[in-house]
């Protein structure tokens, strides 16, 4: 199957579950996960109509995405990996949503890369809902402090975002994600609904139906990634 195919799948089985969930089909935004892959995958995306990606690291993203942005202005780069401090002003450079703030530290170093930088990504705060030790994100008990702290720097953020647990069912993440941002009253752009970031290519149809209104999905679009 090619890129194109994938894609038009994938959309379809998105707009299926958002109908079953009484949802408009524009609620729920595919990112294409891009990471490891060439370039040129990206272009064949782009040629089937594909207008958001994702990416983990800012510096793949940054030999993949800035020409491509230049040709095509509503191009969308989203960093959905783990950022390290002194990254903050490279990805705010580049990226037009952040979906892995899950630290004070960090916060302060995007509003201030945000400040001298000029631009200003939306933010979304990554939850470890499964409390697993290894796993980046902020407890669902420091949600609201770093909610708060977000507030107090300035810094936009407008969701949520999760990696449910490799070892669980994650229908229960997705729930709990969703009920969280409706709890701390987290709020979209413009006074959306709230962003909820949830669903990769194993389960995103059934994040869809949770409320997820970005899936993040890779393999699934553009084919297997040697396991790191
Ligand atoms: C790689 C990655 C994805 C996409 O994973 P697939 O299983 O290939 O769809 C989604 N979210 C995050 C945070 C990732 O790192």
Redo the contacts with the bound molecule.
Sequence with gaps: MSISENLSDIQNIINQRCADADRSPESAHLIA?S?TKPQEDVVLAIEAGQKTF?E?RVQEAEGKFPDLKAKHVDLEVHL??PLQTNKAKDAVALFDVI?TVDREKLIKSLASAMESVGRNPKCLIQVNTGAEPQKAGVSPEDLSALLKAAKDAGLPIYGLMC?PPADQLPAPHFAFLKKLAYDHKVIGPNESEPWISMG???D?ADAVELGATHV?????IFGG?PTQ
């Design positions: 996960v990471k994702g983990n959905i990996g979906h990696i990769m290519s194993g995103y993040r999905v890779g393999s699934a990634r």
